[in-house]
Every structure is written in C-alpha cells, then in structure tokens.
C-alpha cells in the first residue's frame, strides 16, 4: 500500500523558518532515491530537494543554502528544513520517490510566505 503523508507547512512571514515532514509507506521509501516537490498556482510541480538512501542530496539552485532535505531510513520519514523563506517559496508542498513516471501524490502540505 502507498503511503505518502506530508505535514507541517503553514502561514510564515518571509525571513522564518517551517520544517515539514513526509510519513512514507516502507514500500515506497526503502532504497529509493526521495524527494520534496512543489507546485504554486498556475504553475508545473517542480523538484525542490532529493535525497538518496545513501543521503546524498541534491537541491535546485533556488533553495540552495537555505533549504536542507534529510530522512529517516529507520522510520521511513523525510524532512524539509527550510530557513530563510522567501513569498517565492509559497506553494502545495508533496514527497515523492524520484521515480520516473510516478504519478501518485500525496496531499501536500501549504506553505505561504507572506512578504
């Protein structure tokens, strides 16, 4: 059974801090190559953050710095650590494995940045 379950977004001013949180189905997270995601209004989902089981990561260059992704392999869990945000950052947050042609999505977590 797929589990996706993301937490934690909510109204921030700009220049503060959320941490949000991916409760993951063990079938989905172990040995997968895990990521954040998001999509604003009118816009196409974009990535914002993967992370290997090995937890190498990697970040698009608009998050770089002020964004960090971890997990958990024990709990199956993945984190989004984001500072410094910016009204930019408003969006539907979801996780998703980095897999090609996934199309299952959780019901993401709102983030709002307000200037």
């Known amino acids: 059974q797929v589990q996706l379950v993301e937490s934690g977004g909510g109204l921030v001013q700009a220049g503060g801090s959320l941490r949000l949180s991916c409760a993951a189905s063990e079938s989905v997270f172990n040995g997968n190559v895990m990521g954040w995601y998001r999509q604003a209004p009118g816009k196409e989902r974009e990535m914002v953050a993967i992370?290997?089981?090995?937890?190498?990561?990697y970040y698009a260059d608009s998050v770089k710095g002020r964004f960090t992704i971890s997990r958990d392999n024990v709990k199956n869990m993945l984190y989004l650590q984001m500072n410094s945000l910016k009204p930019e950052d408003t969006a539907m947050y979801y996780c998703?494995?980095?897999?090609?042609?996934?199309?299952?999505w959780g019901q993401g977590t709102q983030v709002t940045v307000s200037s």
């Open positions: 992370i290997s089981p090995s937890k190498s990561t």
């Open positions: 998703a494995p980095r897999t090609t042609g996934w199309s299952y």
